[in-house]
């Protein structure tokens, strides 16, 4: 109940497309649905999050989708760059206490020139 | 910039010997948390402290302990290094709501 499953596990995407990398989890406590942007030999580092009062969050080319009752949300890159080649990590937590992030295993993007 | 270091950034080691990983934050923060890295499984939490001297366990837990003497510091110490401890480690705090990480520890272990 504590897992958060991401898929696809790679994603190669042509300069201009749109990537969507989707992720579901089953614990409803979760309020916090944060996704984090990874380069080679860097630290994650947060790229956009949503809470589930919403169901979309845009900021720039980067969209999150959020479907409470089916319990899945989603990030949609628009107009895809070879900058944005990356691993994407959607993580959900408990706000509160502790915040533990609960992470999916990752997706590998490679935007193709 | 999270105003987070990790030292060493690289380390190599052989089976059985102890090592200690250390994180160092300039921002105050009261919560920190130690993940590693491995292909596959994405960032799972080892430890987490919340305050000086108050630590608890994460879903990775065995084979390694935490100490936070200070606010700006806390260690991560493997007390007698395996192979299937090779992994990058990752040290995070956290600021309203969001956990912001350093730059990663490579840690092999021979």
């Known amino acids: 109940q504590q897992q958060v499953k991401q898929s696809p596990q790679s994603l190669i995407v042509q300069k201009g497309g749109i990537s969507i990398i989707n992720c579901a989890y089953e614990n409803t406590a979760f309020d916090y649905f944060p996704w984090y942007q990874q380069f080679p030999g860097k630290g994650p580092a947060l790229l956009i999050a949503i809470r589930p009062d919403v169901s979309e969050k845009k900021e720039g080319r980067f969209t999150i989708s959020f479907n409470k009752s089916a319990k899945q949300f989603s990030l949609h890159i628009m107009d895809s760059q070879p900058g944005d080649s990356a691993t994407y990590f959607c993580?959900?937590?408990?706000?509160?206490?502790?915040?533990?992030?609960?992470f999916g295993t990752g997706t590998l993007l490679a935007v193709q020139p | 910039d999270a105003g987070i270091t990790q030292s060493p950034r690289h380390k190599v080691t052989e089976t059985g010997t102890p090592v200690t990983l250390r994180c160092h934050q300039t921002e105050n923060h009261r919560y920190m948390y130690w993940y590693r890295q491995d292909p596959g499984h994405g960032l799972r939490l080892i430890h987490y402290s919340y305050g000086v001297k108050d630590t608890d366990k994460g879903e990775v837990s065995d084979g390694y302990s935490v100490s936070r003497s200070k606010t700006e510091d806390f260690l991560l110490t493997l007390e007698s290094a395996t192979s299937s401890q090779t992994s990058v480690y990752f040290c995070?705090?956290?600021?309203?709501?969001?956990?912001?990480f350093g730059p990663g520890t490579r840690l092999t272990v021979l």
């Open positions: 993580a959900a937590s408990m706000s509160g206490a502790t915040n533990k992030l609960i």
């Open positions: 995070a705090t956290l600021r309203a709501d969001t956990q912001y």
